[in-house]
């Protein structure tokens, strides 16, 4: 013992460190387990309630992840709500309801309803944006119906199905007919120099095929995998895309509007291309579809008499996936079928006129979903502010600006 | 309590360097460049960078035109006590300003992101003993820990610069803004620049050889290199949103966590955020000590540390309790600061360089030719016998021959002096330990007297 006091006299660490064991090793053995202390947030929603002395009273609803000790595991969430004037005010009260508090770090959506949509995004998107704890991957959707109904379909998808609508969203954002929808994304387009954000809205609706993925709508828990039959059946399915100028709800575009300024975008990985009606020695009035392989594009500029000149060249890679022709099959190598040139012509026109149109969409909307801001003003600042202060209208400016659109493609 | 400041070779002081680089750097600088000047503000990061390299290769020309003296003793000789004093009081207040802002923001950083309930004083806690610790053991011991945990900090770099890459998927603004506003974000944001001055406080106790320069710049240089791609990849994985971002470190594991399908990866960058911590706020408590010492010199070396506890916790605790406060005090009251490693404190040494009084090089090139007039001569008048020309035939030899000998001897104290002196370096270092206090004394006074007459040509005997 006096050999041990000699040496942590000799070694003032040595006091130290065993100073931090006791006070450390006692307070995590006397401090109860973090599980216990916070409730795991994976999904928020955020509903407008009724007004009380003429006051805004915001509903939330939180998925709350429960953890059960048991031999099997099992993912068990919770919905609880909360009221406030505020989102802060909402979210204490719904921890009081929990009687643990809000962690936020595992969050992996917000869900807001229509109705907190149309009055003002930025009032409600704030506080969240100013929680260090949640990611910026962390998805933000709309929907068309209650957030709190929403959520509560989506728990029993998760529950029973093990869909989660995290995954679905980002499992839609590689394809042509949706957009990536997430803080991070919104926020880049609406602080950026167009102002223009994205946001997927999704839906819990009945499917008109029952081979889709269901869950059932009576309240019940526990391991997925057994299909129960409920009354109604309801299934996520994203209905439109809305886009926001300037903090405001601008249009809301369906599958087909956004596959058209998709093709514009090129931020897209999956899709088809339908071209109707083709026919020549192989087909007879046949409907081809084709899956997009691949991709690229690139946006080309010139100035002529001051006016800038966007030429978007498009290459896309196509496989035949379907024939679809009335009393016959075609009888060729489904892996050395030559696509014949006219329908590569089908393919071309269809494409073009898929992007004239998207370029139509985001003229008359005055949305550059495509950024065409940044490609100009890279390409040569100074001309190209010269042209925005020649407008009347430099919000305009899509209207000013003259496209060409080259289509290539490679069918297999 | 004596503190043993012992020399560090070639790597332990790149390392150092290395480690010092990072500091108030990664973290909330990026952002705060993006905010001032959008993505040209690199460019005023690059010329930070080359500021920051500008002081390493400052040092190297320092070193070569003064081998073995320190800082204080350069100051001394030719500019006097009173403006050494000040000056080093200066860079004490520099250095614990550094070490403010880079413990609030890390405090910040970890309060906000893990640690929500903890206070101040828990996390001083857990720091200050240890930087003490590192600081009091001396600046061997503190290159040699830099030198252990160099592959962890390496590898972890090189892993969150590798994921960050994967981020990368935008358009950014480009020459969106003036070149007034980048000259005026770099001014603003220079404080996290100028640790470098720490490397000429130490500049007496680097025992380099001269083709070991290259560790020593290759390191700098990678180190500010990832400094700009660190801050290159978070402007193009955020661009507009930079501002919602503030931990950049931080933010650039944190955007792709989902994409990778490797969970929390962010984690990682935290570990490598609080290795770096450490080692940033020690060197800038070693940097304060090495100050107080040569302010205070009747005082022991432990109060310097006590004096650094305390005026940090004050201006921790009372001053600076948030980010805000932090930022503003970063970014209005420090760049003032920085004048001192980037002009003051150049322009000195420059003077210095200049200045022939007290160079070494030039002061011994006088000693060999003051030597070489003492060397014996005949005499004009004498009358040579055959024997006394054979005598001075001989002594003449002698002469030459202990001239040779003497300039040999010379040339390798000139260049090799510092390896030559590291062996007995070592062999003194056992012997200081061995004697007892007051032989101790005795040991020092008497290797400062071979100090002085080895500089002035003689020759010790032990």
């Known amino acids: 013992m006096k050999f041990f006091c000699q040496q942590l006299q000799k070694t003032p660490m040595l006091f130290v460190f065993a100073l931090m064991i006791v006070f450390f090793g006692f307070s995590a053995v006397a401090s109860p387990a973090e599980i216990n202390q916070y409730a795991v947030v994976t999904a928020i929603g955020i509903d407008k309630a009724e007004m009380e002395e003429n006051n805004e009273i915001y509903e939330l609803t939180l998925l709350t992840f429960v953890p059960v000790a048991q031999q099997s595991f099992t993912e068990k969430y919770k919905l609880v709500n909360g009221k406030g004037r505020s989102i802060s005010e909402a979210m204490d009260l719904a921890a009081l309801n929990i009687g643990r508090e809000v962690g936020l770090s595992h969050l992996k959506i917000i869900v807001l309803s229509k109705e907190i949509v149309q009055e003002g995004l930025f009032k409600f998107l704030d506080y969240l944006l100013r929680d260090a704890q949640i990611s910026a ?68 609706k009945s499917p008109d095929e029952q081979t889709m993925p269901t869950a059932a709508s009576d309240m019940s828990s526990g391991a997925g995998g ?117 329908v590569i012509d089908a393919l071309k026109k269809k494409v073009t006129n898929s992007m004239a149109e998207g370029i139509e969409i985001m003229r008359e909307n005055q949305v550059d979903m495509a950024d065409f801001y940044t490609v100009l003003h890279n390409n040569n600042p100074k001309a190209f502010h010269k042209f925005l202060d020649s407008l009347e209208d430099p919000e305009d400016y899509l209207n000013r600006i003259v496209f060409k659109v080259n289509v290539r493609i490679y069918a297999k | 309590m004596k503190v043993l400041d012992r020399s560090i070779n070639a790597w332990q002081l790149g390392i150092l360097i290395f480690i010092l680089t990072f500091a108030n750097k990664i973290l909330v600088l990026p952002s705060l460049l993006y905010e001032g000047a959008g993505m040209e503000a690199l460019f005023a990061l690059a010329f930070l960078c080359l500021c920051e390299f500008a002081l390493v290769l400052l040092f190297f020309f320092v070193k070569k035109r003064f081998p073995t003296q320190s800082l204080s003793q350069i100051l001394q000789q030719r500019l006097g006590k009173g403006f050494r004093v000040v000056l080093y009081v200066f860079i004490m207040l520099f250095f614990l300003s550094k070490a403010v802002l880079l413990y609030n923001v890390t405090y910040i950083f970890f309060r906000n992101l893990i640690y929500k309930d903890t206070s101040n004083f828990l996390i001083l806690f857990c720091f200050l003993p240890i930087l003490n610790h590192l600081a009091i053991c001396g600046l061997r011991v503190l290159g040699r820990t830099a030198q252990l945990f160099f592959p962890v900090i390496f590898g972890i770099l090189l892993f969150c610069l590798i994921v960050g890459l994967f981020g990368i998927n935008n ?22 620049f100028g640790d470098m001055m720490f490397l000429f406080l130490i500049i007496d106790r680097v025992k380099i050889k001269d083709r070991q320069w290259k560790i020593v710049f290759s390191l700098s240089g990678i180190a500010l290199f990832f400094v700009f791609v660190i801050s290159l990849i978070f402007m193009l994985s955020y661009t507009s949103t930079c501002f919602m971002h503030p931990y950049a470190i931080f933010e650039i594991m944190s955007f792709v966590k989902e994409y990778g399908g490797l969970g929390r990866i962010d984690i990682i960058s935290m570990v490598l955020i609080i290795i770096l911590a450490y080692f940033h706020l020690a060197i800038y408590l070693k940097s304060f000590m090495f100050c107080f010492k040569e302010v205070f010199e009747k005082i022991d070396q432990i109060y310097g540390v006590l004096t650094f506890n305390f005026l940090f916790v004050v201006v921790v605790v009372f001053f600076i309790v948030n980010l805000e406060n932090a930022v503003v005090f970063g970014q209005e009251i420090l760049p003032y600061a920085s004048i001192l490693p980037y002009a003051i404190l150049p322009l000195i040494l420059l003077f210095c360089c200049k200045n022939k009084k007290g160079n070494e090089n030039a ?100």
């Open chain 1, 137 to 204: 991957s962390t998805k933000v959707v709309t929907t068309d119906m209650q957030a709190k109904q929403f959520l509560e379909t989506a728990q029993k998808l998760d529950n029973e199905s093990s869909i989660k609508v995290s995954e679905h969203i980002l499992f839609n954002s590689d394809y042509i007919y949706s957009t990536e929808s997430t803080l991070e994304t919104f926020f880049k387009g609406t602080f950026g120099p167009t102002h223009t954000g994205l946001m997927a809205c999704l839906s819990a």
């Open chain 2, 363 to 462: 002061d011994f090139q006088k000693m060999i030719k003051k030597h070489q007039k003492n060397i014996k001569k005949p005499q004009k008048n004498a009358v040579f016998c055959e024997n006394e020309q054979n005598f001075y035939e001989k002594e003449k030899q002698k002469n030459v021959f202990e001239r040779k000998n003497f300039e040999k001897e010379n040339k390798e104290i000139v260049h090799l002096g510092n390896e030559k002196t590291e062996k007995e370096n070592e062999k003194t270092e056992i012997f200081e330990q061995e004697k007892p206090a007051k032989k101790r004394q005795n040991f020092v006074r008497f290797e400062k007297q071979k100090n002085v007459f080895l500089h002035s040509g003689g020759e010790v005997e032990r």
């Open chain 2, 171 to 192: 358009r950014p603004l480009l020459f969106s803004n003036s070149f007034l506003s980048v000259i005026q974000t770099g001014a603003r944001h220079i404080s996290p």
């Open chain 1, 226 to 342: 057994e299909q129960q039959g409920g009354s109604t059946e309801e299934m996520i399915t994203q209905c439109h895309v809305y886009v926001f100028k300037n903090e405001e709800l601008v249009v809301m575009l369906g599958e087909r509007d956004m596959k058209k300024v998709n093709f514009v975008i090129g931020d897209y990985s999956n899709g088809s291309i339908v071209v109707r009606n083709i026919t020549d020695q192989h087909f007879d009035n046949a409907n081809l579809t084709f899956e997009i392989f691949d991709k690229s594009i690139a946006y080309h500029i010139v100035y002529q008499n001051g006016i800038p000149v966007v030429s978007i060249d498009t290459s896309l890679t196509l496989r035949l996936s379907e024939v679809e022709q009335e009393n016959k099959i075609l009888q060729e190598n489904v892996e050395l079928f030559v696509i014949p040139e006219n």
